[in-house]
């Protein structure tokens, strides 16, 4: 490829018709519509039929056959078998040597955070592109310390939406309050805030740009190459470098936070990252921790939608194309849960009434159920013996829980939860 060549454009629509070609697809089955409650492919919220594939791929079993019976066997075959198919089948295949990123403080101020004295740094993350200059990739950082702490301090990194420059607030709409910053530096914690567009774009435009591009060279995508959610979770560790060199924080003790499509973005990133220490996702999902064979809300073909299939690795679209469908999965949003344990992973959702439906809250809860064996092998936690607990009820004894909170699609109302558990799990006193 040479160099200077510019990366080529195709809309979203046509890299996706191109991915289809590429496999060999004619045509995807269609999505649900969350929208319009008289149309004839609305979205499913009855229960009652809500399940029709009961039956969850195995979780510990071995692809011989073999029941895992303690942490080794899960760590030395299980679990990597498990990364194997997500990456194959579902997130794509992140370049074995990605390029280097250089971080730079761009400004720096004393603010007062919650009463709590802090030092805020914008960062800017610049990726080497000396092998294809014709992308440039700048990652957007913000880090809030707090400024009088005696020694390094757990952190807590967040995938953070930006709003457009020319965005304006719907009436009414107020930021929630208090923010996650000002509730994490009340904990004495830091709080950096990862922009994951400016590593990858939100949309299938974008994927012959960003890392993804980069490493590309302005080319499409394989197959099996990463989409954006690995994308995303590939900037998030590369925060946890930067980290690891600095006095200020505790790099035993990092989690990573988001919500909905980032919510996603948290899981594969404690998936494919086993430093973060704990994670916090919330109301994340179809392709996050939402059961693909339940038919409840948004479904398997909304992702593989031109507007979505960049969140994925190309292959996943044959899932979404006749003959195969969810339960051809190999794998489910279970799998991708487990991969957190033995770490303290809090799994939330808001409430369907309340604007989460299209997230399935209870297919939530029943992936995290189904994937708390990979925290008992180590005796590190549980959820057995409960159904779907409702509202404000955190369920789940040790590292892996559960918690619906009383509003819609939002991480706000379950922060103050989430920082008592990682306080918990993490010993911080
Ligand atoms: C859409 C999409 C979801 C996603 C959500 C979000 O609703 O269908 O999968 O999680 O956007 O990120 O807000």
């Given at each position: ?57 195995p ?30 089948e ?21 603010e ?18 000396s ?15 707090p ?22 607030a ?84 990092v ?42 809300g ?21 899932y ?56 008992e ?36 109302l ?10 918990r ?5």
């Open positions: 490829m040479a160099q200077n060549e510019a990366p080529v454009e195709l809309t979203a629509e046509e890299d996706h018709r191109r991915m289809l070609d590429l496999l060999g697809l004619e045509a995807l089955r269609p999505g649900r519509n969350g929208m319009d409650p008289e149309a004839e492919n609305y979205a499913n919220y009855d229960e009652a039929t809500s399940n029709p594939y009961p039956d969850l791929p979780l510990m079993i071995t692809e011989n056959g073999e029941p895992v019976t303690g942490p080794q066997m899960w760590e030395e075959t299980r679990r990597p078998e498990l990364v194997g198919i997500f990456s194959e579902i997130y794509g295949h992140a370049p074995a040597v990605t390029p280097s990123v250089t971080w730079e403080v761009v400004a720096e101020r004393e007062t955070v919650a009463g709590v004295p802090a030092i805020v740094r914008d960062y800017v993350g610049r990726v080497d592109n092998a294809y200059p014709a992308i440039e990739v700048n990652i957007d950082m913000t880090l809030t310390l400024a009088e702490a005696e020694g390094p301090v757990p952190a807590i990194v967040s995938f953070i939406f930006r709003f457009p420059a020319n965005w304006e719907p009436a009414g709409w107020e930021p929630p309050s208090p923010s996650a910053t000002e509730r994490i530096l009340s904990r004495g914690w830091a709080h950096a805030e990862l922009v994951p567009t400016t590593v990858q774009a939100d949309n299938g435009a974008g994927l012959t740009k960003g890392i993804i591009g980069l490493v590309n060279k302005g080319q499409p995508r394989d197959a099996d190459d990463w989409g954006a959610l690995r994308a995303w979770a590939w900037g998030a560790s590369r925060v946890l470098d930067e980290f690891e060199g600095m006095k200020e924080i505790d790099e035993t003790r989690a990573i936070e988001g919500l909905s499509r980032y919510g996603k973005a948290a899981l594969v990133t404690m998936a494919y990252d086993e430093r973060f220490a704990a994670g916090f996702s919330g109301s994340s999902g179809e392709a996050g921790a939402s059961l693909y064979r339940r038919d409840n948004e479904v398997l073909e909304n992702v593989a939608s031109s507007g979505e299939y960049h969140w994925m690795g190309g292959n996943f679209l044959k979404a194309a006749d003959p195969l469908g969810w339960d051809d999965l190999p794998i489910d949003a279970h799998s991708l849960i487990a991969l957190s344990a033995p770490r303290p992973l809090f799994v939330g959702t808001g409430k369907s009434e309340e604007g989460d439906a299209w997230v399935d809250p209870v297919g939530i809860f029943m992936a995290t159920k189904a994937a708390s064996p990979a925290w092998l180590y005796g590190a936690g549980s959820i057995h013996d409960v159904d779907f607990p409702g509202e404000k009820v955190e369920v789940g004894e040790g590292a892996i829980v559960f918690r619906q909170q009383e509003g819609g699609h939002s991480n706000h379950n922060w103050e939860s989430f920082l008592d558990f990682a306080k799990e993490w010993a911080d006193e």
